[in-house]
């Protein structure tokens, strides 16, 4: 059993940042791949990032690549969602989620991932 539980989201206006931190915790959490999602109203959840287990393997969306930056600390108790040059179409609520399933091409497939944090709201003004 993993807990997770997203913080930092807010109003920025656009161009701005924001770092959200999703603090994870159970005996087994340095077993699982760390990704964000989001969801805008209306949408579907949409794959953002993910962090592998090991640290040395990441993906990101093409709509945030070169914008935002997925870490892990060391401890692996934290996992941080940092967000440059917001848009508009980045307002959702933002969501943490754990898997335990190697990253194979199906990374971006919510399904895939068992445990979810509550989520964060993040609003970008025009």
């Known amino acids: 059993q993993v807990q997770l539980v997203e913080s930092g989201g807010g109003l920025v206006p656009t161009g701005g940042s924001l770092t959200l931190s999703c603090a994870y915790s159970?005996?087994?959490?340095?077993?699982?791949?760390m990704g964000w999602f989001r969801q805008a109203p209306g949408q579907e959840r949409e794959f953002v990032a993910v962090?592998?287990?090991?640290?040395?393997?990441?993906f990101y969306a093409d709509s945030v690549k070169g914008r935002f930056t997925i870490s892990r600390d060391n401890a692996r108790t934290t996992v941080f969602l940092e967000m440059n040059s917001l848009k508009p179409e980045d307002t959702a609520v933002y969501y943490c989620?754990?898997?335990?399933?190697?990253?194979?091409?199906?990374?971006?497939?919510?399904?895939?991932?068992?445990?979810w944090g509550p989520g964060t709201q993040v609003t970008v003004s025009s």
């Open positions: 962090h592998d287990r090991f640290g040395g393997t990441i």
């Open positions: 989620a754990a898997r335990q399933q190697i990253l194979f091409g199906n990374y971006g497939d919510a399904t895939t991932y068992d445990y």
């Open positions: 159970g005996r087994t959490r340095s077993s699982y791949n």
